[in-house]
């Protein structure tokens, strides 16, 4: 179900592309085919952080944990694949940051000087989004999301800047 999520998001993205590019006008509709392969390839790139690196972190944590209590580890597979599929499917959503501020910035509804103007924020927003997808409540896995979604927001700040709409001046 899961690699099902992963292979189709390219498909997924383009009926998302489809429902809003009605409402947009001819010369916006022609990112449709940036924002998609791009945005295919960030939630991907998302889903195998989560997988690779947010989750052994994060199973760790929680193993180590439980053996420091006295415990012992009962995993099933349920609440596993419960784990790996919320971890992969919301780092998937969050690395699509700068291909969502890329797309409103071409717009022209969001600018790189107006991102930079409220970066505190997003920074805030970034670690409440860290501490609600993070599988453990320590600060070291949370940092372990929030940073990588920080440095998404500068990327997309950068983006912004360089392939936002120039506004003209009268």
């Not at 992963?6 to 947009?24: D, H, K, M, N, T």
């Not at 890329?102 to 970066?119: E, K, Q, T």
């Not at 409440?128 to 998404?152: Q, Y």
Request: charge should be positive; charged fraction near 10%.
């Amino acid at each position: 179900f899961m690699a099902a999520i992963f292979l189709a998001s390219p498909f997924l993205i383009a009926q998302l592309w489809l429902f809003v590019s009605p409402g947009l006008y001819r010369r916006e509709r022609r990112y449709a085919l940036p924002f998609i392969f791009f945005a295919s390839i960030l939630f991907v790139l998302g889903g195998l952080f989560g997988y690779y690196i947010a989750l052994p972190v994060g199973l760790k944590f929680l193993i180590d944990f439980g053996k420091n209590l006295g415990m012992s580890s009962l995993i099933n597979v349920s609440s596993a694949f419960d784990l790996v599929f919320a971890l992969g499917l919301g780092m998937g959503i969050v690395f699509e940051i700068p291909a969502v501020i890329f797309l409103l910035s071409r717009l022209g509804i969001v600018s790189g000087s107006f991102l930079l103007r409220n970066i505190k924020y997003a920074v805030l927003g970034c670690f409440i989004a860290a501490a609600i997808i993070t599988p453990t409540g320590d600060i070291g896995n949370m940092m372990n999301l929030a940073v990588p979604m920080n440095g998404l927001y500068a990327l997309g700040i950068i983006v912004a800047y360089v392939f936002g709409k120039k506004r003209r001046t009268d």
